[in-house]
């Protein structure tokens, strides 16, 4: 198990919009190896939707992949065609989303999308059809699944209605499942059982999870490795217990103070300075130099520097040997 | 058996779309049978009691050549609503390709589409009815087209608004991620999500396609005399009204009015019973 199972290689997008070219993504390398549960954290327009539309390639016309390589079991799918990939998605590679019952046809009732997704991926009788709904349904602990599946989304809670979306994005058996905010709009302890699925649906399916989330502790909470961004770059990638024990880059660092936790006091929470740099108008070597305090001439003025300090844990960040010290 | 209950649910909740489903299907079956059970031949004349007034013998009257109106009126449903019927099918297919693909792809293919209909609709409607029929001759197959034609651009227009918004909307996301191709989501996710408000303006548009082809037999173009047409025979009653004989325009004028009144309240119950939100 040499190859990952995913595996991104100097991947950048730009945008390109009226006012001009965005490039929202530069030079973004990661990769997920089988069975792992890797998070992407960032906030609010750091690229973390837009890698996960790169990867199913379902990027809007005006987003452009200047170069790199999406490695997905060895091929590349950046090189397949439209044709092809509608095999990768939702077979090999699936996606849920945040806010479930809007992910879900309002007019079609749920055992029906189901059997949709199924009969597109598989050879499966017509008869076969509904027990493979109503099996779905069962994996993700839907009660009476017989009554659900005549139900249509906006009878159903919204912890229900992403119980669907996992049975759908599932019931193909993918090696890879994207959760994008997975739990957004539901209510905590929704969040919880719902992540809770998630997780063990991935061991049990031995199938790698990319969560994109916003929330730093529900990342360390269910995920083996935390892959930080910030304004397209990625600038920490690290196992979640050494990403906590030894940050390196001070936006983590930033993160993690302003993440509430159950020892801390909420008055001791921080705030980030500033906002993300504007893309459009400024073209950063660190994308993060606006924002820190620890910034010198070495950071404006030189490429950005990604230092392995493990194998395991690298870092973007020119400032990143003193952190380690400090 | 769930879609019976609904139906069923949405007639005894609204008593206007139940009066209008009612009225709806005497329609259809006046159109299917009716032929089979007037008392009078309406082409055959007898001009000894021309202009009689409605009598329990001719319930509508005799026009001027003395044929029961009744029977004319009852007759005519089923070339009106053919006519209708017809030109809305044509027009609501090729206007929901037209319009779901201008709504869809957008760019060229928005801006092409758009400035088609756009043409279609700088004329006033009625008159381009008239134009088309005369140019392309006096046919009922004509009276189809240029009805079809003039209707065109509200359904491609409903269509492309309705598909426009849909098409950004997570649920088509989430299909197109798990492998939908372009075509299938346009067709099995957004098209279904379109036929709501679709349905209405097809309700809408059977009463306007009614009136067009009464409109045109009006004024002499389309269905000639001596068929029986609503349109002609308000038409050929209309020189009598001065004169006293009423019954001659007035009942296949009713009977025209009742079908749009019918079919514009027949949209709202149609959009209910297509929107599985209202199932509830």
């Known amino acids: 198990m040499n190859v990952p199972l995913l595996d991104i290689k100097d991947l950048s997008i730009t945008f390109k919009t009226r006012q001009g070219n965005v490039p929202a993504l530069e030079n973004i390398s990661f990769h997920i190896k089988k069975g792992e549960t890797v998070a992407v954290v960032g906030e609010s327009g750091s690229g973390k939707s837009v890698t996960a539309a790169a990867i199913l390639r379902i990027l809007d016309k005006a987003g452009q992949i200047d170069h790199g390589k999406i490695m997905f079991s060895g091929m590349n799918l950046l090189e397949f065609s439209e044709r092809y990939m509608l095999n990768i998605r939702g077979r090999e590679i699936s996606m849920i989303f945040q806010n479930p019952r809007a992910a879900l046809n309002p007019i079609r009732s749920v055992g029906k999308q189901i059997e949709d997704i199924i009969r597109m991926h598989g050879p499966v009788t017509k008869k076969n059809l509904y027990e493979h709904a109503i099996a779905a349904l069962n994996t993700v602990n839907i009660s009476s699944p017989e009554h659900r599946y005549h139900q249509y989304p906006f009878e159903l809670s919204g912890g229900m209605c992403q119980r669907v979306m996992i049975a759908m994005a599932i019931s193909c058996r993918p090696s890879l499942l994207i959760a994008d905010e997975p739990t957004t709009g539901l209510d905590v302890t929704t969040q919880a059982n719902i992540m809770e699925l998630i997780k063990t649906k991935s061991t049990e399916l031995h199938m790698s999870t990319l969560l994109i989330t916003h929330d730093l502790s529900m990342a360390a909470q269910y995920c083996d490795r935390i892959i930080v961004m910030h304004a397209g770059h990625i600038v920490e990638i690290s196992t979640t217990d050494d990403l906590y024990k030894n940050p390196l880059h001070p936006y983590t660092k930033k993160l993690i103070t302003a993440t509430p936790s159950e020892r801390g006091n909420v008055d001791d929470i921080e705030f980030i300075p500033g906002n993300l740099p504007n893309l459009l108008t400024e073209s950063l070597n660190c994308r993060f130099s606006n924002r820190c305090e620890f910034v010198d001439e070495k950071c404006v003025n030189n490429k950005l520097l990604y230092t392995e300090v493990s194998p395991t844990h690298s870092v973007a960040c020119w400032r990143a040997e003193e952190n380690a010290t400090a | ?280």
């Not at chain 2, 009225?23 to 309406?42: C, E, H, K, V």
């Open chain 2, 1 to 280: 058996m769930k879609n019976l209950k609904h139906i069923k649910y949405v007639l005894t909740e609204n008593p206007i779309t139940f009066g209008s489903v009612i009225l709806f299907l005497l329609f259809i079956l006046t159109a299917i049978f009716g032929p089979l059970l007037i008392p009078f031949d309406p082409l055959a004349s007898d001009t000894e009691n021309a202009l009689n007034p409605p009598s329990a013998l001719h319930w509508f009257g005799t026009d001027q050549l003395g044929r029961d109106v009744f029977s004319r009126v009852v007759v005519a449903t089923r070339l009106d609503l053919f006519i209708a019927l017809v030109a809305v099918i044509l027009s609501f297919v090729v206007g929901s390709i037209l319009g779901s693909l201008a709504g869809y792809y957008g760019g060229w293919t928005d801006r092409i589409v758009g400035r088609f209909l756009d043409t279609i609709m700088a004329f006033p409607l009625f008159v381009l009815a008239m134009a088309i029929v005369a140019a392309l001759g006096n046919t009922i197959e004509n009276i189809v087209y240029a009805t079809a034609i003039i209707n065109l651009p509200f359904y491609a227009r409903v269509a492309r608004a309705e598909v426009n918004v849909l098409r950004n909307s997570p649920f088509v996301e989430a299909a197109l991620v798990s492998g939908n191709s372009h075509m299938k989501l346009l067709c099995f996710q957004i098209f279904p999500n379109a036929m709501p408000p679709m349905m209405v303006q097809l309700s809408l548009n059977m009463g306007w396609a009614i009136l067009n082809a009464a409109g045109l037999s009006f004024i002499g173009l389309g269905v000639k005399p001596p068929d029986a047409e609503w349109g002609i025979m308000v038409a050929e009653g209309a020189n009598y009204i001065i004169s006293g004989e009423w019954w001659v325009a007035l009942f296949p004028g009713a009977v025209l009015m009742l079908a749009v009144f019918c079919f514009n309240l027949l949209g709202d119950g149609l959009r209910d019973i297509f929107d599985p939100r209202k199932r509830s």
